[in-house]
């Protein structure tokens, strides 16, 4: 069974940057499309940003400039750049196309 694990996350000041991975054993991310979502307190998860198996990527309004989606053959990854304290929340990744079990995902906080 496909397992996600996310890492990458922390505390950091505003202004600051994360990089989160994603990867998952046997699994080729460039095979699917894939998606960082995250979640934060008490709010439903959204959708951050996807990128397709041809490396067409879209991101969400609130992080366009400032975010960036990625993958190599075997990782996802979001380079996450001016971050702001409304950023804090969980992150986790997943195929928005064949969901798969999430991950515990990846704790982004960002305060001062």
């Known amino acids: 069974q496909v397992q996600l694990v996310e890492s990458g996350g922390g505390l950091v ?3 600051g940057s ?6 998952a054993s046997g699994m080729t991310f460039r095979f699917y499309k894939m998606a960082w979502y995250r979640q934060a307190p008490g709010k439903q998860r959204e959708l ?3 990128i ?4 067409s990527t879209n991101h969400e309004d609130s992080v366009k ?6 993958r190599d053959t075997y990782k996802l990854y979001l380079q996450m750049n ?9 992150y ?11 991950g515990q995902g990846t ?6």
Request: charged share 15%.
């Open 13 to 15: 000041q505003p202004g």
């Open 18 to 23: 994360l990089r989160l991975s994603c990867e």
């Open 48 to 50: 951050v940003a996807s």
């Open 52 to 55: 397709t198996p041809g490396g």
């Open 65 to 70: 400039g400032r975010f960036t989606i990625a």
């Open 82 to 90: 001016s971050l702001k304290p409304d950023d804090t929340a969980v």
């Open 92 to 102: 986790c990744c997943n195929r928005p196309l064949s969901m798969i079990s999430w």
């Open 107 to 112: 704790q982004v906080t960002v305060s001062s």
